[in-house]
């Protein structure tokens, strides 16, 4: 299991936002990752069977929606 420090988790919840605000189809987004990160984010492909960046951010935007709606 793959545990984040605060600030990774911040800048995971900030692209999540900036992401979420992308409304528009076919519209990129691209967000500097420091390198700290992007080994994270390694990691959580290898764990997760996830194939690219985008979709670890589909996961995650994912997860977190479930834990919203679980505390609803």
Request: no cysteine; hydrophobic share 40%.
């Amino acid at each position: 299991m793959w545990i984040l420090s605060g600030k990774s988790k911040k800048l995971l919840n900030n692209i999540i936002k900036i992401y979420l605000m992308v409304v528009e189809k076919n519209k990129e987004l691209h967000v500097p990752i420091e390198s700290e990160i992007f080994h994270k984010l390694e990691d959580i492909k290898v764990y997760h069977g996830i194939k690219n960046n985008t979709e670890i951010i589909r996961f995650l935007i994912t997860k977190e929606h479930r834990k919203i709606q679980k505390t609803e």
